[in-house]
C-alpha cells in the first residue's frame, strides 16, 4: 500500500514538463513528467530507494532526502510545507487505532468578539474538515440562499460534495473542492482525516475519493458565487489561523467588485428568516 508521501512525490514528478529541468525535449518517454531516475540524479538519492519512497515501501526517508527531494521537484513555500507533513504523518497513517472524536466545535469568546468587530463585513469561522462555526450576521444574510447553512451542523465539506445547489452557486467548484480535500490533510490531526473521510467517502462520490490522492496544494484564487437572489459576485479571501489544537480559521470574505458590494447591502437589509448569528 503506498502512502500520501509516496502518492504526492508521483504526482508532482508526472506534472513537470522535463524540459523545465534541462532535459532533452524530443526525447522519447512512455509516460509524461519526470523519469524516476531524472528525479532520482537531481536529488542524489538511487532509483531503487526512491521507488520504495514512491510505493510506500519506505516510510520514515530521513529530513536531508525531504527536503532534496523538495529542491529536485523545485516544490514552492505551500508545496515544500506539505512535503514536510506528508513525510512526518506517512509512518502512522495506516496503523490501526481506535475511531477518535470529532474535533472541537467550540469557538473562543475572545474569536467571537473579533466577529461583532468584523460586522458588517462577511466572514466566518471554520476548521480544517469544513465545519461552519460561527459566522457575522452578513455572511449569514449572503449564504442563506444557497443552503450552506441549512441544517444544525453545516459542513462547507459536505456542502460542496453533497448540496444540490453547490454546483450552481459555486462557479469556481472544482477548485473549490480541491481546496476541501486538501484542508483535510492539513488539521486538526491525522485521527481527524481518518474518522472524516472514512464516513465522509462513502457518500460523497468518486468526485472526493480521487481527490484525496491529489497532494499538489491549489492556487488561492478569488472566490465567485452564482447567488440565487444576487447573480454573480466576487470576493477576495483573507484567512487567518487561530491558535489551538482545533485548526480554526478565521475567513474574511472582501467584496472585489463594486457590484459585490452593493449586493452585500442589499442582502444584508432583507428581513431575516431566523436567528442566524451562529452556526
Not at 534541462?22 to 518517454?29: T, V
Not at 466572514?123 to 444574510?141: K, M, P, S, Y
Not at 456542502?159 to 483535510?184: C, G, K, M, S
Not at 480559521?249 to 467588485?257: E, F, G, K, N, S
Request: proline share 8%.
Amino acid at each position: 500500500m503506498g502512502t500520501p508521501l509516496g502518492t504526492f512525490i508521483r504526482a508532482k514528478r508526472d506534472s513537470i514538463r522535463p524540459q523545465d529541468l534541462g532535459f532533452p525535449q524530443h526525447q522519447r518517454r512512455r509516460a509524461p513528467g519526470l523519469r524516476r531516475t531524472e528525479l532520482a540524479e537531481r536529488a542524489g538519492v538511487s532509483v531503487e530507494y526512491l521507488t520504495r519512497i514512491e510505493q510506500g515501501r519506505d516510510r520514515n526517508p530521513s529530513a536531508p532526502v525531504v527536503n532534496a527531494l523538495a529542491d529536485a521537484l523545485r516544490l514552492d513555500a505551500a508545496e515544500r510545507n506539505h512535503l514536510g507533513y506528508l513525510a512526518k504523518i506517512s509512518s502512522g497513517v495506516c496503523a490501526g487505532r481506535t475511531r477518535p472524536a470529532p474535533p472541537e466545535r467550540t469557538v473562543r469568546p475572545a474569536v467571537r468578539r473579533i466577529l461583532d468587530l468584523v460586522e458588517p463585513g462577511v466572514a466566518v469561522v471554520t476548521n480544517r474538515i469544513g465545519d461552519v462555526l460561527a459566522h457575522t450576521e452578513a455572511f449569514a444574510a449572503v449564504m442563506r440562499d444557497t443552503g450552506l447553512l441549512d441544517g444544525g451542523e453545516p459542513n462547507l465539506t459536505r456542502y460542496v460534495f453533497t448540496h444540490p445547489q453547490a454546483r450552481t452557486v459555486l462557479t469556481d467548484w472544482d477548485q473549490i473542492a480541491d481546496e476541501q480535500v486538501f484542508n483535510l490533510w492539513l488539521g486538526p490531526s491525522t485521527a481527524t482525516f481518518e474518522w472524516f473521510t472514512a464516513d465522509f467517502a462513502t457518500v460523497a462520490g468518486t468526485e472526493f475519493t480521487r481527490r484525496l490522492h491529489q497532494h499538489i496544494p491549489p492556487a488561492r484564487r478569488p472566490l465567485r458565487l452564482a447567488h440565487p437572489q444576487a447573480g454573480p459576485l466576487r470576493w477576495e479571501r483573507e484567512t487567518l489561523e487561530l491558535p489551538g489544537d482545533d485548526a480554526q480559521q478565521l475567513i474574511v470574505l472582501l467584496p472585489a467588485d463594486d457590484t459585490t458590494a452593493a449586493a452585500v447591502t442589499g442582502l444584508a437589509h432583507r428581513p431575516p428568516l431566523r436567528a442566524v448569528r451562529s452556526a
